[in-house]
């Protein structure tokens, strides 16, 4: 394929969580927590994960939706203020194609007893391979699966 | 305490420059080009330049300003499509403080017999270090620093 394109969007995420900041930022940066509803949020077989969450730490994954097609996800983590905020750059893969590239910061704002989380995406959706509506609702799920793992981690303290 | 806080921005500049993708390209992958456009400027003490130009590859520039501040620029690449495509991401410290993540996109298009490069900038800007005028302002100087240098030739 010649035809090289670049789409630029920007989009952001606002979740109330009923936890303190620091249970949020744990859920982020404990590899067990972060194993439960960031790695295996799709239930997908997974072929290899790494995760170093320190800044200039990598994370990256490969996934096989159906034991053909794989996916590759490779995060550096760029800042981290624990408790309050994260910036990472990453990439995804599909096959050999790369379909983005794209900075996210994650902010943690407390409210009360609960945290207010911001994950703000700005991405570079590349050769029309990925769509930012379908990126963005794939966060979305994501935020969802995050309240349902600070739900699990409450009920077990 | 120390107040935190992230302010996003984008920013696009549009340049054309008279010289084939293939040069403007080396301009950018090649140490010995960009050390002479990106990593010197007047008045200014360049420190430390390594560029491992390949996906996943490094960028690092420390350099002082005649104000003895120290910039440093570490970046990553994310992408290369070789004569059309260059994305990396960087942090910018100054002296010790990080003021700024960002995420940049380089496209070259053949526009006649000379390129067009767009330069697209998504920032975070961290803690009120610095603000995306300025940064635009900085990008504005250093795509003119690209020009002068196409306009000399190209290094042996």
């Known amino acids: 394929m010649t035809d090289r394109s670049v789409t630029h969007a920007t989009f952001v995420i606002e979740r109330v969580y009923d936890a303190s900041p620091a249970r949020v930022f744990k859920a982020f940066s404990d590899p067990a927590a972060r194993n439960r509803w960031f790695v295996k949020a799709d239930n997908w077989p997974i072929a290899e994960y790494t995760f170093d969450f320190r800044v200039g730490g990598r994370e990256t994954g490969r996934f096989s939706p159906d034991g053909t097609m ?18 990472f750059a990453y990439s995804m893969m599909i096959g050999d194609k790369r379909i983005s590239s794209s900075l996210a910061t994650v902010e943690l704002k407390p409210e009360g007893t609960k945290t207010r989380l911001f ?14 509506a379908d990126r963005e609702k794939g966060c979305r799920d994501l935020y ?10 409450a009920a077990i303290a | 305490m120390t107040q935190h806080s992230v ?13 084939s993708p293939d040069r403007v390209f080396a301009a950018w992958a090649q140490k010995d080009r960009k050390a002479r456009w990106y990593a010197s400027h007047a008045g200014w003490r360049s420190q430390d330049f390594t560029l491992d130009f390949r996906i996943g590859g490094r960028e690092y520039l420390s350099i002082a300003a005649p104000d003895g501040v120290v910039h440093t620029f570490d970046g990553q690449y994310q992408d ?34 000379g390129t067009k490069l ?4 998504q920032d975070a800007f961290l803690d009120g270090h ?11 100087s250093l795509l003119d620093s690209l020009a002068a240098f196409l306009a000399t030739g190209d290094p042996d």
Not at chain 1, 76 to 86: A, C, E, G, L, S
Not at chain 1, 144 to 153: K, T
Not at chain 2, 103 to 111: F, R, S, W
Request: hydrophobic residues 35%; proline residues 2%; negative net charge.
């Open chain 2, 7 to 19: 302010t996003h921005a984008t920013f696009t500049i549009v340049r054309h420059y008279d010289a």
């Open chain 2, 130 to 140: 610095d603000t995306a005028s300025q940064r635009e302002t900085g990008t504005r």
């Open chain 2, 118 to 121: 767009i330069f697209t900038e």
């Open chain 1, 70 to 87: 794989m996916v590759y996800n490779e995060t550096i983590y760029q800042d981290i203020v624990p408790d309050n905020r994260m910036i």
């Open chain 1, 144 to 153: 969802e699966q995050l309240a349902l793992e600070l739900e699990r981690s």
């Open chain 1, 119 to 132: 994950y703000t995406e700005q991405g570079a959706f590349l050769d029309g391979l990925d769509k930012v």
């Open chain 2, 80 to 113: 290369i499509v070789p004569n059309e495509r260059i994305i990396y991401s960087y942090d910018m410290h100054l002296d010790r403080t990080r003021i700024s993540v960002s995420l940049t996109t380089v496209e070259l298009k053949a526009d006649g017999t």
